[in-house]
Nanobody, 115 residues
Framework: QVQLVESGGGLVQPGESLRLSCAAS????????MGWYRQAPGKQRELVAH???????KYTDSVKGRFTISRDNAKNTVYLQMNSLKPEDTAVYYC?????????WGQGTQVTVSS
């Protein structure tokens, strides 16, 4: 079993930054990738970014150049640095951990970007 604990969400104005954190615990050694999804009101949940066990990163087009995913192996933690935030980034952000044929989800953290 894998447990994921998220933190760092909040309310910010357009152009500001937030850093989300997701700490993994439990049976973490078989994790193939970790990342972030988000779901805005009335929209499908979408993949924002992920990082594989080999350090390869991917981003959805709308956040490229603004968001950076990274990891701290010593802390078993993945981060999402979100810069130049826009109102359309408003969503609940969910951390996930992907194992072979199985995945785990965090509880979600609200990010609101509004003036």
């Amino acid at each position: 079993q894998v447990q994921l604990v998220e933190s760092g969400g909040g309310l910010v104005q357009p152009g500001e930054s937030l850093r989300l954190s997701c700490a993994a615990s439990g049976s973490i050694f078989n994790i193939l990738a970790m990342g972030w999804y988000r779901q805005a009101p009335g929209k499908q949940r979408e993949l924002v970014a992920h990082i594989t066990s080999g350090g390869i990163t991917k981003y959805t087009d709308s956040v490229k150049g603004r968001f950076t995913i990274s990891r701290d192996n010593a802390k078993n933690t993945v981060y999402l640095q979100m810069n130049s935030l826009k109102p359309e980034d408003t969503a609940v952000y969910y951390c996930y951990a992907a194992l072979d044929y199985k995945g785990y989800w965090g509880q979600g953290t609200q990010v609101t970007v509004s003036s």
